[in-house]
DNA sequence: TCAAAAGTGTTGCTTATACACCCATGT
DNA sequence: ACATGGGTGTATAAGCAACACTTTTGA
């Protein structure tokens, strides 16, 4: 059998991170602290390991870089990136992991030790190697999973109103709901949400109930996006 | 740094290829030659080589096993498997791809070397690997391409009825529609389908007018399985 | 003339959208 | 009182499923 059939490779997990943040979306980028690209912008990501699942090690790499647990957030693949020459130390495939998460304290943000930081996506351009494609797609999948899948909520704390959640979809969509509508297709999607009893008073205006998310995944109807189709 | 940061493993790239067929829904299997699962019958795939972009790997290994163009064929990445013990010869990641394919006669079929054959899906169980849940992936993802995208027409030859399509959203979903409405539909939706001005003569009945698939990729408005929603 | 598949028209129900309107709070 | 966001009701429009009906062929 030709050499060439055995080619060995290292394969790496790359995380997009994102979250809902001063009414923008972000995502969470490191500062490369070794070469190549040392001091640029980067998703977290690193090197699987012997004995470990894809999964497993976008979880590891996901509580390494936040401090996080991975296992609570909501976490799915994106795609397998292996063009040749994506990455200067050699042959390196990565699988890209899509990460949702509310707008928390980071643990390990302030220390020293951690680079990571919020990063609105619209401004995250230039990133190192090629996490700008990788970026794109995993804002793409989230935008698309946010008409079918009641993951929104994965954005939202444990307890929210559904203003909160629909600034979530404004954000996410970069487009204006209206809040009528978008109460009663929440409401009236069984298992979405449910009413915890309690209430939330805003700053101005009349209080508004809380929910917690609810035990279904999938949203039917889909709430789509009117701009959808190019 | 620690010796588990550069773990070196093999890429595999793996073909869910489906045609539909005698009105099934068929994929392409091998039967292995060697061990392990030597007999057997599996995903046809094979190693990642230097200098290779998993695509391409996917259009060559797509070439090996049918003598098809891989260039012409809709090709889609599917998902990553990397669960240390799914692969007796060690560690080996296996990025899945999807190809859709109208029925045609294999260039390589017939010949000694080729082990491949057309499988029905829904007696395609047992499979080497984790073939069996790699198969299942791409089969719902093609199901559920065909209500967003025009991709349908990947299943038919260069020319072929509203019928013909028809047939293939029937077979792939395993559900009946309604030809009246299905018409409408797919001729409603610009760029799904163009006229080719010929007709073709069923065994019986009044001719059916010829089309060939159009520019438009995206299907707006979807053409939804009513049984979506579990 | 009949069977079978292609294709058109129409009806009525189901949804979505747009927006009028009311509710509950702080200032 | 009024500004502000939360929430309900409703009319109009659009979409879709169901099905009656016509067309075009071979036998």
Redesign the pocket.
Known sequence: MPKRDHLLLRLAVDLVILTVRDDALQVLTITRANEPFRGQAALPGGFLREGEDLLQAAIRELHEETGLDGHRLYLEQLHAYGEPGRDPRGRIVSVAYLALMPDLPLPTAGSDASSAAWTPVAKAAGLAFDHDEILAGGVERARSRLEFQTLATAFCGDEF????L?NVYEVVWGQRL????F???V?GTDGFVEATGG?R?????????LYRAGGATVLN??I?R?DKHG
Chains 1, 2 share one sequence.
């Not at 209206?178 to 509508?181: A, E, K, S």
């Not at 008073?201 to 109930?209: F, I, L, S």
């Open positions: 109103t559904i203003g909160d629909r209206d809040p009528r509508n109460n009663r297709k409401l209430k008073m805003p700053e101005v205006g009349r209080p508004a109930a109807p889909p789509l009117t």
